[in-house]
T-cell receptor, first 113, second 114 residues
Framework: DAKTTQPPSMDCAEGRAANLPCNHS???????VYWYRQIHSQGPQYIIH???NNETNEMASLIITEDRKSSTLILPHATLRDTAVYYC??????????????FGTGTKLQVIP | NAGVTQTPKFQVLKTGQSMTLQCAQD?????MSWYRQDPGMGLRLIHY???????DQGEVPNGYNVSRSTTEDFPLRLLSAAPSQTSVYFC?????????????FGPGTRLLVL
């Protein structure tokens, strides 16, 4: 699986958009980008994933650059409840039970009132 | 659905004691896994199972045993607790082994080994 690089921490004002970057310059053509978040003391929560097209769901939007070497997770109107550690993961979807999902250290997002 | 449940939420052990961390899911997921999370180290995979009766080791399996006798349950056993096993333990599941990327996580068990 491709390695990802994320800033260790970011701040965002409440009500503003939070843009969390992720670099994955060694991503392969069949690897997807996944985002999870972990709110303090809770288990990680799946947010969104994509291959090359931008994706949007009720939680967030995912923007992947044309060369797929980086992506941005966008929380359009951050709230205090979005304060969490956000993990960016790249891997092949549907690749079977013997390839393990690896979580790095992620980005700690602090939403400020 | 209750999702993924874990018990206990918190446990204190003495060095050398054994215990079992319970994990259950009611979503009929084939794939289940155990992670430990230590400060500044992200999540590390301990053991995983791709279905009832099938288990395998992850990145950090030493000192832990697992079994998967039913689809719903995936207990993690600490054979002889050590202070290095002080951590937060998360159980996770997904619909199939091919869908690990969309795993559902339990609330965690906080373990302190003295």
């Amino acid at each position: 699986d491709a390695k990802t690089t994320q800033p260790p921490s970011m701040d965002c004002a409440e009500g503003r958009a939070a843009n969390l970057p992720c670099n994955h310059s060694t991503i392969s053509g069949n690897e997807y980008v996944y985002w999870y978040r972990q709110i303090h003391s809770q288990g990680p929560q799946y947010i969104i994933h994509g291959l090359k097209n931008n994706e949007t769901n009720e939680m967030a939007s995912l923007i992947i650059t044309e060369d797929r070497k980086s992506s941005t997770l966008i929380l359009p109107h951050a709230t205090l409840r979005d304060t969490a550690v956000y993990y960016c993961i790249v891997r092949v979807a549907g690749s079977g039970g013997y390839q393990k999902v690896t979580f790095g250290t992620g980005t700690k997002l602090q939403v400020i009132p | 659905n209750a999702g993924v449940t874990q018990t206990p939420k918190f446990q204190v052990l003495k060095t050398g004691q054994s215990m079992t961390l319970q994990c259950a899911q009611d979503m009929n997921h084939e794939y289940m896994s155990w992670y430990r999370q230590d400060p500044g180290m992200g999540l590390r995979l301990i053991h995983y199972s791709v279905g009832a009766g099938i288990t395998d080791q992850g990145e950090v399996p030493n000192g832990y045993n697992v079994s998967r006798s039913t689809t719903e349950d995936f207990p993690l056993r600490l054979l002889s607790a050590a202070p290095s096993q002080t951590s937060v333990y998360f159980c996770a599941s997904s619909y199939s082994p091919a869908r690990q990327e969309t795993q559902y996580f339990g609330p965690g068990t906080r373990l302190l080994v003295l």
